[in-house]
């Protein structure tokens, strides 16, 4: 999807249907664009079936004019109009275009909205104008990938167009990862997101990937992610994305993604109901490549090393086995009481090489680790685990702005004391489900640094969602990727 500016309603292209938003002032109606040509009539027409209060919709057809059909958008009050709002309300006009298989759009753009409001109408229509349907015949195909080609923006001042080429970049981060998470697990394997961060390296000079095979594991003693992978057709991989956008700063942030690119949970077998979405237990590494695609293309003067630990977690006769324990890079052992709980062990042998070789400033690491925080938090929100009050506080603005929700949870000592073994140092899970995913999160924090400022995202709930909602197709929905962006921008 493309956008253009244009610099008023008299230079217009002919499209497919003109988008006029309306501001509900009260129990009054108004405009929030020029009207012009678009008159009182209208006004009268819609205070009959229309009451602009947000998110509202109404379709109309006109029988001359640049546009055959036009759609009425309500925005709510203008004093309380928001991001969210805003994105909610353009996604939903991506919907309700798609469905009448629109593809060309003249938007009379609401009158002195600032960036921030701009950037959430470009992203709400960007985040809802995708879907995944390369598997379906083309005769059974309900609609093309991108119904949406071209929007344009009437009344746009020519400083939005910088927004708009940020948007695109955006987008393309957000739709690698997405589509990445939505591909088939047999297909997106270790090997796969090998070649594609190489790729990325050809692609981008400032991109280096280092990879360390099974072989370099071994060597570094990685005893935690070569045990998850140990009933795997695929051999594991760590991935190291060090993006240099800043070559003459010292400053270095990691962010470290779960790539367990099919979880079957081991032999602590996972029932029907619960495998099928596992192809998704990569999504933490799919965001990864996304930041590092979009750091790239938006020339972002920051430096970041973007790790992966990619493995898989099957079963077979050399599986890794409850009741054993297994060393870790760092030294600390670990008895392993559930072989589902893989993420964490393959996160903190790749959080013990990223920290020994690299002189970091912080690590933020993304993981779809627990049910838990789908249970606590839905699918509306990450739970957000940290040891430093300072970076938390940046991810929750970053996260504000980008409506990529977060929510921070606890990390008690006393989750500690659940996690002590009679004959290791460590177990890898509590017994039950209490706290599950602070557990989870707790066992990562052994693994960090003690000065090193670190946050942990579990996004088990938020990076794929069996239905559609607000400005999410069903499935992926790219968590993480413009998040890390605006966070990298501020910090």
């Known amino acids: 999807m493309q956008f253009h500016i244009v610099a008023n309603a008299e230079t217009r292209k002919a499209a497919d249907i003109a988008l006029l938003p309306y501001w509900k002032e009260g129990k009054k109606i108004v405009a929030a664009f020029p ?28 029988l001359k004019g640049k546009e055959q059909k036009i759609l009425f958008i309500g925005l709510g009050s203008s004093k309380e109009c928001n991001s969210v709002s805003l994105r909610k309300t353009f996604a939903s006009v991506a919907k309700a275009c798609h469905k009448k298989k629109l593809e060309n759009l003249n938007l009379f753009l609401p009158n002195e909205l600032n960036p921030s409001f701009i950037e959430a109408i470009l ?19 309900e609609h093309p990938s991108s119904f949406l080609k071209q929007v344009n923006l009437i009344g746009a001042k020519k400083e939005v167009q910088a927004l708009i080429q940020k948007n695109s970049h955006l ?52 005893g935690l992610m070569l045990a998850v992978n ?27 993604g779960k790539g367990v690119t099919y979880d079957t949970g081991g032999l602590n077998l996972k029932p029907t109901g619960s495998m ?43 599986a890794y086995k409850p009741g054993d324990v297994y060393v870790s890079r760092s030294g600390k052992s670990v008895e392993i009481t559930n072989t589902d709980a893989e993420g964490r062990l393959v ?38 685990f940290s040891n430093d009050k300072d970076l938390t506080v940046e991810i929750e603005e970053a996260a504000e702005k980008t409506g990529e929700r977060v929510w921070e949870l606890p990390l008690y000592p006393e989750y500690l004391d659940a996690l002590k073994s009679p004959i290791a140092d460590l177990k ?18 052994q693994f960090i640094e003690k000065d090193l400022p670190w946050v942990h995202l579990d996004i088990a709930g938020t990076a794929y969602l069996s239905e559609t909602s607000a400005y999410y197709p069903s499935y992926a929905t790219g968590f993480g990727v413009k998040l890390m962006i605006e966070f990298l921008s501020r910090t």
């Open 35 to 62: 009207r012009k040509e678009f008159d009182e009539g209208f006004l009268s027409l819609l205070e009959k079936d229309f009451t602009a209060k947000a998110g509202e919709f109404l379709f109309s057809y006109i």
């Open 123 to 141: 992203d709400g229509l960007s985040m809802a104008n995708y879907s995944y349907d390369v598997f379906k015949q083309e005769s059974l195909k």
């Open 171 to 222: 987008m393309e981060g957000v739709n690698l990862t997405r589509d990445l998470v939505n591909g088939n697990a047999d297909e997106v394997n270790s090997s796969y997101l090998v070649s594609l961060s190489k790729e990325l390296a050809k692609k981008h000079e400032s991109i280096h990937v280092k990879v360390l095979g099974k072989k370099d594991l071994e060597k570094e003693k990685m």
């Open 230 to 256: 140990r009933g795997a057709l695929n051999d594991p991989a760590l991935i190291l994305l060090h993006y240099k956008g800043d070559p003459k700063s010292k400053d270095l942030t990691a962010i470290v």
């Open 276 to 318: 099928e979405t596992m192809k998704c237990d990569m999504a933490g590494a799919a965001a990864v490549l996304g930041v590092m695609q979009a750091c790239a293309a938006l020339k972002l003067r920051k430096n970041v090393i973007g790790v992966i630990a990619a493995v898989e977690n099957s079963i077979g006769a050399g």
């Open 347 to 384: 996160l903190a042998d790749a959080f013990s090489y990223v920290q020994s070789h690299y002189p970091l400033n912080r690590l933020i690491d993304f993981a779809t680790l627990t049910g838990g925080v789908l249970i606590a938090l839905g699918d509306e929100a990450a739970g957000l």
């Open 428 to 445: 890898n899970s509590r017994n039950g489900r209490k706290a599950s995913a602070a557990s989870g999160a707790m066992f990562l924090k």
